[in-house]
Protein backbone atom coordinates (compact mmCIF):
# COMPACT_ATOMS: atom_id res chain seq x y z
CA UNK A 1 0.00 0.00 0.00
CA UNK A 2 1.06 3.34 -0.65
CA UNK A 3 -0.09 6.69 -0.94
CA UNK A 4 -3.10 5.17 0.81
CA UNK A 5 -3.76 3.04 -2.12
CA UNK A 6 -3.72 -0.50 -1.87
CA UNK A 7 -2.49 -2.90 -4.43
CA UNK A 8 -4.77 -5.61 -5.87
CA UNK A 9 -3.48 -8.33 -7.85
CA UNK A 10 -5.90 -10.36 -9.80
CA UNK A 11 -4.88 -14.05 -11.33
CA UNK A 12 -6.04 -17.17 -12.66
CA UNK A 13 -7.81 -18.84 -10.15
CA UNK A 14 -6.11 -22.38 -9.02
CA UNK A 15 -7.32 -25.75 -10.54
CA UNK A 16 -10.05 -27.26 -8.90
CA UNK A 17 -13.17 -26.26 -7.64
CA UNK A 18 -13.41 -23.86 -4.18
CA UNK A 19 -17.10 -24.26 -2.33
CA UNK A 20 -16.19 -20.38 -1.50
CA UNK A 21 -17.98 -20.06 1.84
CA UNK A 22 -15.72 -17.31 3.11
CA UNK A 23 -17.37 -15.09 0.11
CA UNK A 24 -20.65 -15.43 1.45
CA UNK A 25 -19.30 -14.23 4.54
CA UNK A 26 -18.13 -11.65 3.35
CA UNK A 27 -20.94 -10.88 1.47
CA UNK A 28 -23.66 -10.83 4.59
CA UNK A 29 -24.59 -7.79 3.94
CA UNK A 30 -25.96 -8.72 0.44
CA UNK A 31 -27.59 -11.66 1.52
CA UNK A 32 -29.35 -9.60 4.29
CA UNK A 33 -30.95 -7.21 1.47
CA UNK A 34 -31.79 -10.30 -0.56
CA UNK A 35 -33.77 -11.99 2.79
CA UNK A 36 -35.37 -8.28 3.40
CA UNK A 37 -36.50 -8.35 -0.59
CA UNK A 38 -37.94 -11.32 -0.53
CA UNK A 39 -39.90 -10.47 2.61
CA UNK A 40 -41.44 -7.74 1.46
CA UNK A 41 -42.24 -8.85 -2.23
CA UNK A 42 -43.82 -11.86 -0.78
CA UNK A 43 -46.41 -9.89 0.99
CA UNK A 44 -46.38 -6.81 -0.54
CA UNK A 45 -50.33 -5.48 -1.28
CA UNK A 46 -51.33 -8.78 0.56
CA UNK A 47 -54.80 -8.14 2.75
CA UNK A 48 -53.48 -10.74 5.01
CA UNK A 49 -49.79 -10.08 4.89
CA UNK A 50 -48.08 -12.65 6.78
CA UNK A 51 -51.27 -13.99 7.65
CA UNK A 52 -50.89 -16.28 5.00
CA UNK A 53 -48.15 -17.94 6.64
CA UNK A 54 -50.63 -19.13 9.56
CA UNK A 55 -53.57 -19.74 6.85
CA UNK A 56 -51.48 -21.92 4.76
CA UNK A 57 -50.46 -24.96 7.56
CA UNK A 58 -54.26 -24.46 9.21
CA UNK A 59 -55.83 -25.27 6.40
CA UNK A 60 -53.60 -28.23 5.10
CA UNK A 61 -53.78 -29.29 8.97
CA UNK A 62 -58.19 -29.40 8.63
CA UNK A 63 -57.77 -30.90 5.40
CA UNK A 64 -55.66 -33.47 6.03
CA UNK A 65 -57.25 -34.08 9.84
CA UNK A 66 -60.67 -34.28 7.61
CA UNK A 67 -59.30 -37.05 5.16
CA UNK A 68 -56.77 -39.06 6.99
CA UNK A 69 -57.63 -38.54 10.43
CA UNK A 70 -60.92 -39.45 10.55
CA UNK A 71 -62.19 -40.67 6.90
CA UNK A 72 -58.73 -43.02 6.01
CA UNK A 73 -58.38 -43.22 10.08
CA UNK A 74 -54.38 -42.85 9.84
CA UNK A 75 -52.29 -43.62 12.91
CA UNK A 76 -51.07 -40.81 14.90
CA UNK A 77 -49.01 -42.41 17.32
CA UNK A 78 -51.51 -41.98 20.73
CA UNK A 79 -51.55 -38.05 19.83
CA UNK A 80 -53.75 -36.16 18.76
CA UNK A 81 -54.01 -36.19 14.62
CA UNK A 82 -54.23 -32.41 13.87
CA UNK A 83 -51.10 -32.12 16.00
CA UNK A 84 -49.49 -34.83 14.80
CA UNK A 85 -50.37 -33.48 11.23
CA UNK A 86 -48.84 -30.01 11.95
CA UNK A 87 -46.02 -30.79 13.21
CA UNK A 88 -45.38 -33.00 9.67
CA UNK A 89 -46.30 -29.87 7.80
CA UNK A 90 -43.84 -27.38 9.54
CA UNK A 91 -40.29 -28.84 8.74
CA UNK A 92 -42.30 -30.09 5.06
CA UNK A 93 -43.26 -26.82 4.48
CA UNK A 94 -39.49 -25.29 5.03
CA UNK A 95 -38.38 -28.19 2.82
CA UNK A 96 -40.35 -27.63 -0.46
CA UNK A 97 -40.51 -23.55 0.16
CA UNK A 98 -36.33 -23.92 0.36
CA UNK A 99 -36.57 -26.98 -2.51
CA UNK A 100 -38.60 -25.13 -4.79
CA UNK A 101 -37.34 -21.57 -4.32
CA UNK A 102 -33.83 -22.76 -4.89
CA UNK A 103 -34.13 -24.40 -8.09
CA UNK A 104 -35.89 -21.44 -9.46
CA UNK A 105 -33.87 -18.46 -8.25
CA UNK A 106 -30.84 -18.12 -10.32
CA UNK A 107 -32.89 -17.92 -13.02
CA UNK A 108 -35.32 -15.33 -11.47
CA UNK A 109 -32.10 -13.46 -10.19
CA UNK A 110 -30.69 -13.54 -13.55
CA UNK A 111 -30.75 -9.57 -14.04
CA UNK A 112 -28.90 -9.18 -11.19
CA UNK A 113 -26.62 -12.07 -11.94
CA UNK A 114 -25.72 -10.51 -15.17
CA UNK A 115 -24.26 -6.96 -14.41
CA UNK A 116 -22.31 -7.41 -11.03
CA UNK A 117 -20.36 -9.90 -9.51
CA UNK A 118 -21.22 -11.52 -5.80
CA UNK A 119 -21.54 -15.56 -5.02
CA UNK A 120 -24.18 -16.92 -6.38
CA UNK A 121 -24.94 -19.31 -3.86
CA UNK A 122 -26.15 -16.12 -1.89
CA UNK A 123 -29.16 -16.04 -4.30
CA UNK A 124 -30.92 -19.28 -3.20
CA UNK A 125 -29.34 -18.98 0.36
CA UNK A 126 -31.34 -15.76 0.58
CA UNK A 127 -34.43 -18.18 0.09
CA UNK A 128 -33.68 -20.14 2.48
CA UNK A 129 -33.31 -18.06 4.79
CA UNK A 130 -36.46 -15.78 3.95
CA UNK A 131 -39.07 -18.88 4.22
CA UNK A 132 -36.83 -19.44 8.03
CA UNK A 133 -38.46 -16.34 9.03
CA UNK A 134 -42.31 -17.84 8.19
CA UNK A 135 -41.41 -20.84 10.01
CA UNK A 136 -40.48 -19.02 13.07
CA UNK A 137 -44.07 -17.07 12.61
CA UNK A 138 -45.76 -20.70 12.62
CA UNK A 139 -44.11 -21.70 16.21
CA UNK A 140 -46.37 -19.72 18.17
CA UNK A 141 -49.70 -21.08 16.62
CA UNK A 142 -48.30 -24.32 16.95
CA UNK A 143 -47.93 -23.91 20.15
CA UNK A 144 -51.22 -22.80 20.90
CA UNK A 145 -52.51 -25.82 18.61
CA UNK A 146 -51.00 -28.18 20.52
CA UNK A 147 -52.63 -26.67 23.84
CA UNK A 148 -55.48 -26.52 22.48
CA UNK A 149 -55.34 -30.76 22.17
CA UNK A 150 -53.76 -30.61 25.91
CA UNK A 151 -50.47 -31.54 24.34
CA UNK A 152 -47.59 -30.29 26.23
CA UNK A 153 -44.45 -30.19 24.78
CA UNK A 154 -41.30 -30.82 27.00
CA UNK A 155 -37.71 -29.41 26.75
CA UNK A 156 -36.85 -31.34 24.33
CA UNK A 157 -38.80 -28.72 22.14
CA UNK A 158 -35.77 -26.75 22.52
CA UNK A 159 -34.08 -28.77 19.80
CA UNK A 160 -36.35 -27.69 16.86
CA UNK A 161 -33.80 -25.29 15.81
CA UNK A 162 -31.47 -27.82 15.02
CA UNK A 163 -34.00 -29.90 12.94
CA UNK A 164 -34.74 -26.78 10.72
CA UNK A 165 -31.01 -26.61 10.14
CA UNK A 166 -30.79 -30.22 8.70
CA UNK A 167 -34.33 -29.43 6.88
CA UNK A 168 -32.09 -26.38 5.33
CA UNK A 169 -29.01 -28.42 4.44
CA UNK A 170 -31.93 -31.73 2.65
CA UNK A 171 -33.45 -28.47 0.57
CA UNK A 172 -30.79 -27.09 -0.06
CA UNK A 173 -28.53 -29.55 -1.51
CA UNK A 174 -30.76 -30.66 -4.07
CA UNK A 175 -32.07 -27.13 -4.54
CA UNK A 176 -28.65 -26.09 -5.61
CA UNK A 177 -28.21 -28.80 -8.14
CA UNK A 178 -31.23 -28.02 -9.76
CA UNK A 179 -30.63 -24.39 -9.85
CA UNK A 180 -27.42 -25.14 -11.84
CA UNK A 181 -29.49 -27.17 -13.90
CA UNK A 182 -32.08 -25.08 -14.82
CA UNK A 183 -30.57 -22.03 -15.99
CA UNK A 184 -29.50 -24.55 -19.05
CA UNK A 185 -32.25 -26.96 -19.22
CA UNK A 186 -35.56 -24.75 -18.44
CA UNK A 187 -37.50 -28.11 -18.10
CA UNK A 188 -36.25 -28.66 -14.44
CA UNK A 189 -38.65 -25.52 -13.43
CA UNK A 190 -41.65 -27.77 -14.36
CA UNK A 191 -40.38 -31.17 -13.17
CA UNK A 192 -39.69 -29.63 -9.92
CA UNK A 193 -43.44 -29.08 -8.68
CA UNK A 194 -44.76 -32.76 -9.52
CA UNK A 195 -40.82 -33.95 -7.69
CA UNK A 196 -42.07 -32.20 -4.60
CA UNK A 197 -45.64 -33.65 -4.71
CA UNK A 198 -44.34 -37.37 -4.88
CA UNK A 199 -41.58 -36.43 -2.41
CA UNK A 200 -44.28 -35.68 0.06
CA UNK A 201 -46.16 -38.89 -0.49
CA UNK A 202 -42.81 -40.73 0.55
CA UNK A 203 -41.88 -38.53 3.63
CA UNK A 204 -43.99 -39.74 6.99
CA UNK A 205 -45.68 -36.28 6.97
CA UNK A 206 -49.76 -37.57 6.85
CA UNK A 207 -48.79 -40.93 8.61
CA UNK A 208 -46.27 -42.63 11.06
CA UNK A 209 -43.19 -43.76 9.80
CA UNK A 210 -44.22 -46.88 11.96
CA UNK A 211 -47.27 -47.54 9.65
CA UNK A 212 -45.31 -48.50 6.80
CA UNK A 213 -44.79 -52.52 7.11
CA UNK A 214 -41.26 -53.07 7.79
CA UNK A 215 -40.31 -54.65 4.63
CA UNK A 216 -40.94 -51.53 2.86
CA UNK A 217 -39.46 -49.53 5.81
CA UNK A 218 -36.07 -49.33 4.22
CA UNK A 219 -37.73 -46.95 1.19
CA UNK A 220 -38.76 -44.55 3.75
CA UNK A 221 -34.94 -44.90 5.36
CA UNK A 222 -32.85 -43.50 2.58
CA UNK A 223 -35.21 -40.29 2.36
CA UNK A 224 -33.14 -37.66 4.01
CA UNK A 225 -36.40 -35.79 4.97
CA UNK A 226 -37.95 -38.83 7.01
CA UNK A 227 -35.46 -39.07 10.09
CA UNK A 228 -35.89 -35.17 10.02
CA UNK A 229 -39.69 -34.78 10.06
CA UNK A 230 -39.88 -38.03 12.85
CA UNK A 231 -37.34 -35.74 14.92
CA UNK A 232 -39.24 -32.65 14.96
CA UNK A 233 -42.39 -34.24 16.07
CA UNK A 234 -40.43 -36.64 18.61
CA UNK A 235 -38.45 -33.25 20.28
CA UNK A 236 -42.63 -31.65 20.87
CA UNK A 237 -44.64 -34.88 21.85
CA UNK A 238 -43.93 -35.92 24.67
CA UNK A 239 -43.40 -40.00 25.08
CA UNK A 240 -42.35 -40.17 21.54
CA UNK A 241 -38.62 -41.53 21.68
CA UNK A 242 -36.21 -40.21 19.00
CA UNK A 243 -35.11 -42.17 16.96
CA UNK A 244 -31.20 -41.46 16.85
CA UNK A 245 -30.06 -43.82 14.49
CA UNK A 246 -32.30 -42.68 11.79
CA UNK A 247 -31.53 -39.22 12.82
CA UNK A 248 -28.44 -39.62 12.00
CA UNK A 249 -28.39 -41.69 8.89
CA UNK A 250 -30.46 -38.56 7.48
CA UNK A 251 -28.32 -36.55 8.59
CA UNK A 252 -25.42 -37.88 6.93
CA UNK A 253 -27.37 -38.12 3.52
CA UNK A 254 -28.08 -34.35 3.68
CA UNK A 255 -24.66 -33.62 4.33
CA UNK A 256 -23.77 -35.54 1.46
CA UNK A 257 -26.21 -34.14 -0.79
CA UNK A 258 -25.41 -30.92 0.35
CA UNK A 259 -21.96 -31.12 -0.64
CA UNK A 260 -22.18 -32.57 -3.78
CA UNK A 261 -24.66 -30.26 -4.92
CA UNK A 262 -22.46 -27.39 -3.42
CA UNK A 263 -19.89 -28.98 -5.61
CA UNK A 264 -21.98 -28.57 -8.52
CA UNK A 265 -22.80 -25.32 -8.38
CA UNK A 266 -19.61 -23.70 -7.69
CA UNK A 267 -18.24 -25.94 -10.59
CA UNK A 268 -20.66 -24.47 -13.42
CA UNK A 269 -21.66 -20.90 -11.47
CA UNK A 270 -19.27 -18.78 -13.71
CA UNK A 271 -21.67 -19.81 -17.04
CA UNK A 272 -24.58 -18.67 -15.71
CA UNK A 273 -24.26 -15.22 -16.98
CA UNK A 274 -23.69 -16.47 -20.44
CA UNK A 275 -27.00 -19.10 -19.93
CA UNK A 276 -29.04 -16.72 -18.10
Known amino acids: MADGFQEIVIGPRRPGVSLGLSD?????????????????????????????????????????????????????????????????????????????????????????????????????????????????????MLMMVMLYYGVIPGASALLAPVMLVFVAVTALGPGLMLSALNVKYRDVGHLVPFFVQVWMYVTPVIYPASFVPERY???????????????????????????????????????????????YFKSVERTFADNI
Do not use: C, H
Open 24 to 140: VFRYRELLFFLVWRDLKVRYKQSLLGVGWVLLRPLISMTIFSAVFGRLARLPSEGAPYPVFVLLGLIPWGYFSGTFSGSTGSIVAGGNLISKVYFPRVIVPLGGSLSNLVDVLITMP
Open 217 to 263: RWMLYINPMTGVVEAFRAAFLPGKPLDAGLLAVSAAVSLVMFLLGLY
